[in-house]
Antibody, heavy 118, light 112 residues
Framework: QVQLQESGPGLVKPSETLSLTCSVS????????WSWIRQPPGKGLEWIGY???????DYNPSLKSRVSISVGTSKIQYSLRLSSVTAADTAVYYC????????????WGQGILVTVSS | QSVLTQPPSVSGAPGQRVTISCTGS?????????VQWYQQLPGTAPKLLIY???NRPSGVPDRFSGSKSGTSASLAITGLQAEDEADYYC????????????FGTGTKVTVL
């Protein structure tokens, strides 16, 4: 059974960099795209970007200047970095696997709430 | 502001049928891109419910069905149950935004 687990600080100060890691178990990271998706409190879902297992990336244009997603050297984790955060970046952040069709997020982590506040 | 519009809420009594619309445009659903539906139970992560417009992953009850026509898609829930009370999101691709995954505005389903 594929499992994803987000980890990282739950509180980040304004203007600093948000850093999260997604640990993957039960499946190889190979052959898939791996996404980050966020959901502000009480609001809808927003795709942030993804990384391919070989390291290639693509990002939501609205966040592209501040986002970096990478695969860990162990190939069982991938990470999100979002710079210059503001209160508008407060959200539950989910990591999710994209299936082999490339269109479907078939497995999701439980999510981690990140609050941006001084 | 999402490019896929859903009604904020729908409701129905147990056993009834409810439908949720997902209205897009010629740059997303109307361009032929597939629609997925995700169910988000309170306090939990979204779960894949329908993929490729009409397909159910293993384990999803056949009470849930999807359809697509023109620039819109729909999710139907027949035989509504209390456990179906959740938020539902459609998702597709929008060529004008060059965003691989755009989500709908979300619909809260309430079981009366």
């Amino acid at each position: 059974q594929v499992q994803l687990q987000e980890s990282g600080p739950g509180l980040v100060k304004p203007s600093e960099t948000l850093s999260l890691t997604c640990s993957v178990s039960g499946a190889s990271i190979s052959g898939h795209y791996w996404s980050w998706i966020r959901q502000p409190p009480g609001k809808g879902l927003e795709w942030i970007g993804y990384v391919y297992y070989t390291g290639g990336t693509d990002y939501n244009p609205s966040l592209k200047s501040r986002v970096s997603i990478s695969v860990g050297t162990s190939k069982i984790q991938y990470s999100l970095r979002l710079s210059s955060v503001t209160a508008a970046d407060t959200a539950v952040y989910y990591c999710a696997r994209v299936d082999r069709s490339g269109w479907v997020h078939d497995y999701w982590g439980q999510g981690i709430l990140v609050t941006v506040s001084s | 502001q999402s490019v896929l519009t859903q009604p904020p809420s729908v409701s129905g009594a147990p056993g009834q049928r409810v439908t949720i619309s997902c209205t897009g445009s010629s740059s997303n659903i109307g361009a032929g891109y597939d629609v997925q539906w995700y169910q988000q139970l309170p306090g939990t992560a979204p779960k894949l419910l329908i993929y490729g417009n009409i397909n159910r992953p293993s384990g999803v009850p056949d009470r849930f069905s999807g359809s697509k026509s023109g620039t819109s898609a729909s999710l139907a829930i027949t035989g509504l149950q209390a456990e179906d009370e959740a938020d539902y999101y459609c998702q597709s691709y929008d060529i004008s935004l060059t965003v691989f995954y755009v989500f709908g505005t979300g619909t809260k389903v309430t079981v009366l």
